[in-house]
């Protein structure tokens, strides 16, 4: 069993940068493909990115490419995602989650997820 915690969300301006923060229990993250994804309300959960076990491959939804980087530190169990040039359209609550299939892996694919937090972009 993971569990996963979520921290680093907040209210910023249109253009500003934020770093979310996953930490985990319970298992090593180094066996899990690492994945952050987002709801905004009234829409569906969406992926955003993803990183494979040792961080060798990443993978990141056509809205954020450029903007956000996905990382991980295995030794400090923890994966990570900085935005930067935010925008009103990523107000959404993002979610790590923790998946033993591949970076290509489905939101349904995903075993393990965190509570949330909350990131609110103002224009």
């Known amino acids: 069993q993971v569990q996963l915690v979520e921290s680093g969300g907040g209210l910023v301006q249109a253009g500003d940068s934020l770093r979310l923060a996953c930490a985990a229990s319970g298992r090593t993250l180094s066996t899990y493909t690492m994945g952050w994804f987002r709801q905004a309300p009234g829409k569906e959960r969406e992926f955003v990115a993803a990183i494979s076990r040792s961080g060798e491959y990443t993978r990141y939804a056509d809205s954020v490419k450029g903007r956000f980087t996905i990382s991980r530190d295995n030794a400090k169990n923890t994966a990570n995602l900085q935005m930067n040039t935010l925008k009103p359209e990523d107000t959404a609550v993002y979610y790590c989650?923790?998946?033993?299939?591949?970076?290509?892996?489905?939101?349904?694919?995903?075993?393990?997820w965190g509570q949330g937090t909350q990131v609110t972009v103002s224009s």
């Open positions: 989650a923790a998946a033993v299939k591949s970076i290509w892996a489905q939101t349904i694919e995903y075993d393990y």
